[in-house]
């Protein structure tokens, strides 16, 4: 009897485990289709609309293009004779004034230079008295045998003889003068070859560049060596922009411009196209063209080869009633048409977007003008400030996922 009673005990587990297994296998299939039959009772294809309001606003159509900040005139000061610079007196930043010295050349070979064309000058001047002396002396000589050849007191001979020696006089005088205006230009190039060897600056402005160290020996005789560059007025610059040669069509003279640098990313600045230069430029086979791009710069933030990320607005719209070019691409699903009923093709040369109206999606046509990409100008149509357009759809967590997104670039579902 024992040894019945223990080999029934483990059977009895054995039945008691495989019941609760049975049990939790029915429940979840339970569950299984309790969940089918609740997700088929569902409705399908219900549609949400994600949509932003019709306004007034501004349309902007802007080209972009890269470029550099520069002062708008930049002077280069060189040398145009060579030496060794004995002194620098201005420096990167310095404020100078025009004329003002801003480095010395050793100047004693050109002092030397002078005073030996001074020397050549007096002597010229000196030779110029002695020969005038031998020219009165050799008048008063004509004038005797002139005289003395009408008594026949001298011979024709003698007199002619005196009458060359005068005349060989006047043109030694024609000779000391012509030699005296030759040494008084060499004096004067003398003269200013020393007065090159101060660096002087043409215009009043600032050193952005300083090229040369006391004791550098300059050499022009070749080219004109580069010493310093200074900016005429840092407060009005410009922005050399490089635009394409695709959007190089639609930019004129005297459209409105702004751009960033990366030294100021929260700051935005505002200046005017000045010029658009012919010139192309080619780099890689890519056609550029430079549009100088005139800026005021007050507060001197803007500094001389800052990359610039320019926007210049070659068409605008002021106060003109707009709406997000998206919903323009907007096309309904199947399940959106089903609540629009039938609805027949725009007319040619309008456009078509939706609205909610009364709950209920309604299709709307209209002309339209300037597009810049975000926002498109309504110049006609049945659309009015305050209509919600559709701007795309979704189920419930999707049309929450899109309105986020779209309340972050600014419209509202």
Not at 174 to 199: C, F, G, M, P, S
Not at 275 to 295: E, L
Not at 370 to 389: I, P
Request: net charge positive.
């Amino acid at each position: 009897m024992g040894h019945e009673g223990g080999t029934e005990r483990p059977g009895r587990l054995r039945r008691g485990r495989s019941g609760r297994t049975a049990v939790i296998a029915a429940l979840i299939l339970l569950i299984v289709v309790a969940a089918v039959l609740w997700w088929q009772r569902q409705p399908v294809g219900a549609v949400r609309f994600q949509t932003a309001d019709a306004g007034q606003g501004a349309v902007e159509r802007t080209v972009s293009a890269t470029g550099t900040v520069n002062p708008v005139l930049t002077v280069t000061v060189g040398s145009y004779v060579s030496g060794v610079i004995a002194k620098v007196l201005c420096d990167f930043n310095d404020m100078v004034k025009e004329g003002q010295i801003c480095a010395q050349i050793d100047d004693r070979t050109y002092q030397s230079a002078v005073a030996q064309a001074r020397a050549n000058l007096d002597l010229g001047r000196a030779q110029l008295s002695k020969d005038q002396a031998a020219l009165a002396y050799a008048k008063a000589n004509y004038d005797r045998n002139q005289r003395m050849a009408l008594t026949n007191t001298v011979s024709q001979d003698a007199a002619e003889l005196a009458k060359s020696t005068y005349d060989q006089a006047l043109a030694q005088i024609a000779v000391d003068q012509a030699t005296i205006e030759q040494r008084q230009a060499a004096l004067d190039a003398a003269k200013i070859n020393l007065d090159y060897t101060q660096i002087r600056s043409p215009v009043a402005g600032t050193v952005i560049l300083r090229n040369v160290t006391a004791g550098q020996t300059v050499a022009a005789s070749l080219q004109t060596p580069t010493l310093f560059l200074i900016a005429q007025n840092l407060q009005q610059m410009q922005v050399d922009a490089n635009v394409s040669e695709s959007d190089i069509g639609q930019v004129r003279a005297g459209e409105d411009a702004s751009f960033t640098v990366n030294a100021f990313p929260g700051r935005t600045f505002h200046g005017t196209v000045r010029q658009v230069r012919q010139s192309p430029q080619s780099v890689q086979n890519v056609i550029t063209y430079d549009v100088i791009i005139a800026v005021a710069n007050p507060d001197l933030a803007l500094k001389p080869g800052m990359t610039a990320a320019a926007k210049i607005v070659v068409a605008s719209r002021k106060d003109v009633l707009r709406v997000p070019s998206r919903a323009l691409r907007y096309q309904p699903s199947a399940a959106a048409l089903a609540q629009i009923g039938q609805i027949e093709p725009p007319a040619k040369g309008r456009a078509r977007l939706y609205v909610v109206r009364d709950g209920r999606p309604v299709a709307v046509d209209l002309e339209t003008g300037l597009d810049d990409g975000t926002w498109t100008e309504v110049t006609g149509g049945g659309l009015a400030a305050g209509d919600k357009v559709i701007l795309g759809e979704g189920t419930a967590s999707s049309t929450s996922r899109s309105a986020a997104l779209s309340r972050n670039l600014g419209f509202h579902p």
